[in-house]
């Protein structure tokens, strides 16, 4: 029976309830459709993917330590370069923030029972698993080298095989992206508890509605131009192929129709998490509600008409740059409010300094200087100047590892009590946020001096003048490898033994707060009602010495139907 | 937050804050020399920005640390801050700051774009039929008559007539009275290598020699994949495409040595792609082309596209010693830091 089909009521809800209250730890590694041990399905297998991605980066990083391609072999490098952009977007960011922390918390948040189609969220969550097999496997053929964008000619003329499995690896994860957006639209609209209105929704939610509408429109347009690159590799068609009439920029257009967009599939979501993390920490209502709901849907709108900006030094005419220069420069204005929005909540707040916050307040810093040099990438002239160089990979790594990565172990340090039932160790937190901000800032800072020099990028060999700025990054890389060692050490330590958490460690208003931790099966006993906003702090007699939002509130008989 | 907090304190913040993102907008030192003319209009806009955007970084940095200090939680303090929800004044401020800001840059950068030539590759006459006769006449006055070291350019078989116009690159920043260039030059990109080709002169080098101060056009093309042309102290670069032609179209500005980049990855020694553009003074640049005007003819378009991960370390620069069947020792300047 899928969840739509339960009424929801306490009455009908305790009968086939009473028999198990959690999952045992096989239930992770089975065809499960709760979506907690989904969500956590996808946390941890993204977690190990970016492992893997990020050992591919050390791995260029040390290569790239000295000017000579002497430590990979250069065929090698664009394979782990290629496969780490693939693997840190397609099964890394997304499938952590939407998959991971949107299917454990969307359901928690609206008092819902479970997902809409609990089978098809199952079903999309094991597509992830064979993509990135799919992945993997493609090095005993070469890699992909043609880079994560897999321009052809270039991706039809290499590797054959292993871009063959590239491509079918990013349709299982489109796939996959897609069936999961259908689920969470359908959930945010017909399963939140009848006393939710959308303006109490807490903001994860408004993200992760955003960021589904979002993949609906343009993941099937990445499918397209794929599914032609496969065919012009396989089966002999010529829509790429230029000496046969095909139009190489074509391919680039259909690209980063999606691929533009995807940078806000990425970092909607982690918006959604810091407008959750922030108001809590810093015990303030959110600054702001509606605009950080509505910028999230005006940049969605706006950045479908964008997607041209990659293309400035290609086939492009005139006026296209001119154009997707002014659309770029708009989308500045929504995220900005956001950015002043969260800045704005920690005024007159008691910022509690816990390991979620100082990687919320990481991520600010970061992004901030990440979408600056956006700005400056958003106009033609300059982005002509610095496109395809280490201007860009210090823009977006900025963007993508300060904005995601950060937003990422800020929610996790956040939600983990929730997910566990025990608490993380905060000072090993804070050793993991410190070496991260520092290593981070050391590793990419240095880029952009590289970039607007003029050292491009994708490349395993350079010029010697480079030399030294190149070592400070590689020295920061190993910092930032070493960083994940504490939080490794913490998150599996206090799975097993850490501080037991309560059903509200943090004191917080959102609904996922109302139940045990680690949930019980279908979330609670007694649905809740929602009697106050989600960002209440301060407000209605509930600051009282910091308790008051713990409990379920019972349902007044009027309330269940 | 009642209000924008307006005291002494924030002025004077704020006139410092003015005054380090000036500074800081015009002391970097990021960007690489400037050698052509579109390189001060490039580097006034993004030093604009630069201005622009340390001047946000500080206040909002600025304003995230102080917050971060002034509302820490007090030992002992489990009460929630004061409830402030929202602000509209406040709001409605930073919403429109932006967007001004915006919408400046945007008009800003578009005149920057016109001015760079941006707004008409590829309109001007030379492309269809260019003659000599043309190409000396527009030559600016008071400049050293460069016809008599390329004659006849239209007569060699290249620049035939029914040639396609580029439509994508930068043309002539001159939009009203579009006059050819002074100097065409044919590039060609292949893997892991630059040839740039005198159609006039019958010329085919591994690197790009032009005079100071003329106005130079580039055609590119690509023969196997694609390749992007980028001259960092000329701030251009434009792709070259398989089965596209583009262009771009510049005037030196300083004699020296720079270096000419591939910035679209193009393979495994795409890093390995790298050759230089020698600017000279007319008379040496004169003389240049004299020295090597007595080469032998040969079609440079012989290569073919290749699997580099097929190749071994020493096969990859096998279309360019197929090329290296012109005798020029141009070939010899081929940078490719890998030898191994
Ligand atoms: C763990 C620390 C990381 C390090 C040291 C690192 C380092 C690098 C390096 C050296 C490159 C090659 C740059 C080039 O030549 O173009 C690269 C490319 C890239 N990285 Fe990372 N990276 C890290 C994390 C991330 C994360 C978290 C993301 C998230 C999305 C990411 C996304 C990318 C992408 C998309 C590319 C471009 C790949 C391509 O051009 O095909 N990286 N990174
Ligand atoms: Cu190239
Ligand atoms: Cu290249």
Same mark, same amino acid.
């Given at each position: 029976?899928?969840?739509?089909?339960?009424?929801?009521?306490?009455?009908?809800?305790?009968?086939? %309830?009473?028999?198990?209250?959690?999952?045992?730890?096989?239930?992770?590694?089975?065809?499960?459709?709760?979506?907690?041990?989904?969500?956590?399905?996808?946390?941890?297998?993204?977690?190990?993917?970016?492992?893997?991605?990020?050992?591919?980066?050390?791995?260029?990083?040390?290569?790239?330590?000295?000017?000579?391609?002497?430590?990979?072999?250069?065929?090698?490098?664009?394979?782990?370069?290629?496969?780490?952009?693939?693997?840190?977007?397609?099964?890394?960011?997304?499938?952590?923030?939407?998959?991971?922390?949107?299917?454990?918390?969307?359901?928690?948040?609206?008092?819902?029972?479970?997902?809409?189609?609990?089978?098809?969220?199952?079903?999309?969550?094991?597509?992830?698993?064979?993509?990135?097999?799919?992945?993997?496997?493609?090095?005993?053929?070469?890699?992909?080298?043609?880079?994560?964008?897999?321009?052809?000619?270039?991706?039809?003329?290499?590797?054959?095989?292993?871009?063959?499995?590239?491509?079918?690896?990013?349709?299982?994860?489109?796939?996959?992206?897609?069936?999961?957006?259908?689920?969470?639209?359908?959930?945010?609209?017909?399963?939140?508890?009848?006393?939710?209105?959308?303006?109490?929704?807490?903001?994860?939610?408004?993200? !992760?509605?955003?960021?589904?509408?979002?993949?609906?429109?343009?993941?099937?347009?990445?499918?397209?131009?794929?599914?032609?690159?496969?065919?012009? !590799?396989?089966?002999?068609?010529?829509?790429?192929?230029?000496?046969?009439?095909?139009?190489? &920029?074509?391919?680039?257009?259909?690209?980063?129709?999606?691929?533009?967009?995807? &940078?806000?599939?990425?970092?909607?979501?982690?918006?959604?998490?810091?407008?959750?993390?922030?108001?809590?920490?810093?015990?303030?209502? !959110?600054?702001?509600?509606?605009?950080?709901?509505?910028?999230?849907?005006?940049?969605?709108?706006?950045?479908?008409? &964008?997607?041209? %900006?990659?293309?400035?030094?290609?086939?492009?005419?005139?006026?296209?740059?001119?154009?997707?220069?002014?659309?770029?420069?708009?989308?500045?204005?929504?995220?900005?409010?956001?950015?002043?929005?969260?800045?704005?909540?920690?005024?007159?707040?008691?910022?509690?300094?816990?390991?979620?916050?100082?990687?919320?307040?990481?991520?600010?810093?970061?992004?901030?200087?990440?979408?600056?040099?956006?700005?400056?990438?958003?106009?033609?002239? &300059?982005?002509?100047?610095?496109?395809?160089?280490?201007?860009?990979?210090?823009?977006?790594?900025?963007?993508?590892?300060?904005?995601?990565?950060?937003?990422?172990?800020?929610?996790?340090?956040?939600?983990?009590?929730?997910?566990?039932?025990?608490?993380?160790?905060?000072?090993?937190?804070?050793?993991?946020?410190?070496?991260?901000?520092?290593?981070?800032?050391?590793?990419?800072?240095?880029?952009?001096?590289?970039?607007?020099?003029?050292?491009?990028?994708?490349?395993?060999?350079?010029?010697?003048?480079?030399? %030294? !700025?190149?070592?400070?990054?590689?020295?920061?890389?190993?910092?930032?490898?070493?960083?994940?060692?504490?939080?490794?050490?913490?998150?599996?330590?206090?799975?097993?033994?850490?501080?037991?958490?309560?059903?509200?460690?943090?004191?917080?208003?959102?609904?996922?707060?109302?139940?045990?931790?680690?949930?019980?099966?279908?979330?609670?006993?007694?649905?809740?009602?929602?009697? %106050?906003?989600?960002?209440?702090?301060?407000?209605?007699?509930?600051?009282?010495?910091?308790?008051?939002?713990?409990?379920?509130?019972?349902?007044?008989?009027?309330?269940?139907? | 937050?009642?209000?924008?907090?307006?005291?002494?304190?924030?002025?004077?913040?704020?006139?410092?804050?003015?005054?380090? +993102?000036?500074?800081?907008?015009?002391?970097?030192?990021?960007?690489?020399?400037?050698? +052509?003319?579109?390189?001060?209009?490039?580097?006034?806009?993004?030093?604009?920005?630069?201005?622009?955007?340390?001047?946000?970084?500080?206040?909002?940095?600025?304003?995230?640390?102080?917050?971060?200090?002034?509302?820490?939680?007090?030992?002992?303090?489990?009460?929630?801050?004061?409830?402030?929800?929202?602000?509209?004044?406040?709001? #409605?401020?930073?919403?429109?700051?932006?967007?001004?800001?915006?919408?400046?840059?945007?008009?800003?950068?578009?005149?920057?774009?016109?001015?760079?030539?941006?707004?008409?590759?590829?309109?001007?006459?030379?492309?269809?039929?260019?003659?000599?006769?043309?190409?000396?006449?527009?030559?600016?006055?008071?400049?050293?008559?460069?016809?008599?070291?390329?004659?006849?350019?239209?007569?060699?078989?290249?620049?035939?007539?029914?040639?396609?116009?580029?439509?994508?690159?930068?043309?002539?920043?001159?939009?009203?009275?579009?006059?050819?260039?002074?100097?065409?030059?044919?590039?060609?990109?292949?893997?892991?290598?630059?040839?740039?080709?005198?159609?006039?002169?019958?010329?085919?080098?591994?690197?790009?020699?032009?005079?100071?101060?003329?106005?130079?056009?580039?055609?590119?093309?690509?023969?196997?994949?694609?390749? +992007?042309?980028?001259?960092?102290?000329?701030?251009?670069?434009?792709?070259?495409?398989?089965?596209?032609?583009?262009?771009?179209?510049?005037?030196?500005?300083?004699?020296?040595?720079?270096?000419?980049?591939?910035?679209?990855?193009?393979?495994?020694?795409?890093?390995?792609?790298?050759?230089?553009?020698?600017?000279?003074?007319?008379?040496?640049?004169?003389?240049?082309?004299?020295?090597?005007?007595?080469?032998?003819?040969?079609?440079?378009?012989?290569?073919?596209?290749?699997?580099?991960?097929?190749?071994?370390?020493?096969?990859?620069? #096998?279309?360019?010693?197929?090329?290296?069947?012109?005798?020029?020792?141009?070939?010899?300047?081929?940078?490719?830091?890998?030898?191994?």
């Amino acid at each position: 029976m899928t969840q739509a089909e339960v009424p929801v009521g306490s009455q009908v809800y305790t009968e086939h %309830h009473t028999t198990h209250k959690a999952w045992k730890w096989y239930d992770y590694f089975t065809f499960n459709i709760d979506h907690k041990v989904i969500g956590i399905q996808y946390l941890v297998t993204t977690f190990i993917f970016y492992l893997i991605g990020g050992l591919m980066a050390v791995a260029m990083r040390t290569e790239l330590a000295t000017p000579d391609p002497d430590f990979l072999d250069p065929n090698l490098y664009n394979a782990f370069l290629t496969n780490h952009g693939t693997i840190m977007i397609f099964m890394w960011i997304v499938p952590a923030s939407i998959g991971g922390f949107g299917n454990y918390l969307v359901p928690l948040m609206i008092g819902a029972r479970d997902m809409a189609f609990p089978k098809l969220n199952a079903l999309a969550f094991w597509m992830v698993p064979p993509a990135g097999l799919l992945l993997m496997g493609s090095f005993f053929f070469g890699g992909a080298q043609a880079g994560w964008t897999s321009y052809p000619p270039l991706s039809e003329i290499t590797a054959n095989t292993a871009q063959s499995m590239w491509i079918l690896s990013l349709v299982l994860a489109g796939t996959s992206s897609i069936l999961g957006s259908v689920n969470f639209v359908v959930t945010l609209v017909k399963m939140r508890v009848p006393s939710q209105k959308w303006d109490q929704l807490p903001l994860f939610c408004w993200a !992760i509605f955003a960021t589904s509408i979002l993949a609906l429109v343009s993941t099937p347009v990445l499918a397209v131009g794929l599914g032609l690159l496969l065919f012009d !590799i396989n089966f002999g068609t010529a829509f790429f192929k230029p000496e046969a009439g095909g139009q190489v &920029v074509m391919y680039q257009h259909l690209f980063w129709f999606y691929s533009h967009p995807a &940078v806000y599939l990425m970092i909607l979501p982690i918006f959604g998490i810091m407008s959750e993390v922030i108001p809590v920490h810093a015990r303030k209502p !959110i600054f702001g509600y509606k605009a950080i709901a509505y910028s999230s849907l005006a940049i969605c709108l706006v950045g479908l008409f &964008v997607w041209v %900006h990659h293309m400035f030094t290609s086939g492009t005419p005139p006026w296209m740059r001119l154009f997707f220069t002014i659309s770029t420069l708009i989308v500045a204005v929504p995220t900005g409010v956001k950015i002043f929005s969260w800045v704005a909540t920690l005024w007159g707040g008691k910022i509690r300094y816990t390991s979620a916050m100082l990687f919320a307040i990481g991520l600010l810093i970061m992004f901030v200087l990440g979408g600056l040099s956006g700005v400056t990438l958003g106009t033609a002239p &300059v982005d002509i100047h610095v496109h395809d160089t280490y201007y860009v990979v210090a823009h977006f790594h900025y963007v993508l590892f300060g904005g995601s990565v950060f937003g990422i172990y800020a929610g996790i340090y956040h939600w983990f009590p929730k997910m566990t039932g025990r608490m993380m160790n905060e000072t090993l937190g804070r050793i993991h946020f410190a070496l991260t901000l520092i290593g981070a800032n050391l590793t990419f800072l240095p880029m952009h001096e590289l970039g607007l020099k003029g050292m491009p990028r994708r490349v395993a060999m350079y010029d010697p003048q480079f030399a %030294h !700025i190149n070592v400070i990054c590689t020295i920061g890389a190993f910092i930032l490898a070493f960083s994940t060692v504490p939080f490794i050490i913490n998150a599996i330590w206090s799975w097993r033994y850490g501080k037991k958490a309560g059903g509200n460690p943090w004191n917080a208003l959102t609904l996922e707060w109302t139940t045990d931790s680690p949930p019980i099966i279908e979330n609670w006993e007694v649905l809740p009602v929602v009697t %106050h906003g989600p960002y209440d702090y301060g407000m209605n007699g509930h600051s009282a010495n910091g308790n008051g939002y713990g409990e379920a509130i019972p349902p007044e008989p009027s309330a269940t139907r | 937050m009642k209000q924008i907090p307006i005291s002494l304190l924030t002025l004077v913040a704020g006139v410092v804050i003015t005054l380090i +993102s000036i500074w800081v907008g015009q002391n970097h030192g990021l960007l690489p020399e400037q050698a +052509s003319e579109q390189a001060p209009l490039v580097d006034n806009l993004f030093n604009t920005m630069m201005i622009i955007a340390t001047a946000l970084f500080l206040v909002v940095e600025g304003a995230l640390v102080a917050f971060m200090i002034m509302f820490r939680k007090r030992e002992g303090d489990e009460t929630d801050g004061e409830p402030i929800e929202g602000n509209l004044p406040l709001e #409605a401020f930073w919403t429109a700051i932006p967007a001004i800001i915006v919408i400046g840059l945007g008009v800003y950068s578009v005149a920057v774009f016109q001015e760079m030539g941006g707004l008409n590759p590829g309109d001007h006459a030379v492309m269809a039929h260019g003659s000599p006769s043309t190409l000396v006449a527009q030559m600016p006055e008071g400049e050293p008559i460069a016809g008599d070291v390329m004659p006849l350019m239209a007569e060699s078989e290249g620049t035939s007539s029914d040639e396609v116009r580029p439509y994508y690159g930068f043309g002539s920043p001159d939009q009203d009275q579009i006059k050819p260039a002074d100097l065409v030059v044919n590039v060609t990109g292949m893997q892991y290598a630059w040839l740039f080709n005198y159609p006039g002169d019958n010329i085919t080098t591994g690197e790009l020699h032009v005079p100071v101060g003329r106005d130079v056009q580039l055609n590119l093309s690509a023969q196997d994949v694609i390749h +992007s042309f980028w001259v960092p102290q000329f701030r251009l670069k434009q792709d070259a495409i398989p089965g596209l032609k583009t262009e771009l179209r510049f005037v030196a500005t300083k004699p020296g040595t720079y270096p000419v980049v591939c910035t679209e990855l193009c393979g495994a020694y795409h890093g390995g792609m790298r050759s230089q553009v020698v600017v000279h003074p007319q008379e040496e640049f004169d003389q240049w082309l004299d020295e090597n005007r007595v080469v032998a003819e040969q079609p440079v378009d012989s290569t073919v596209a290749t699997n580099p991960a097929d190749m071994s370390a020493i096969e990859f620069l #096998a279309p360019v010693s197929q090329a290296m069947g012109i005798p020029t020792d141009a070939l010899t300047h081929l940078h490719v830091a890998h030898d191994s």
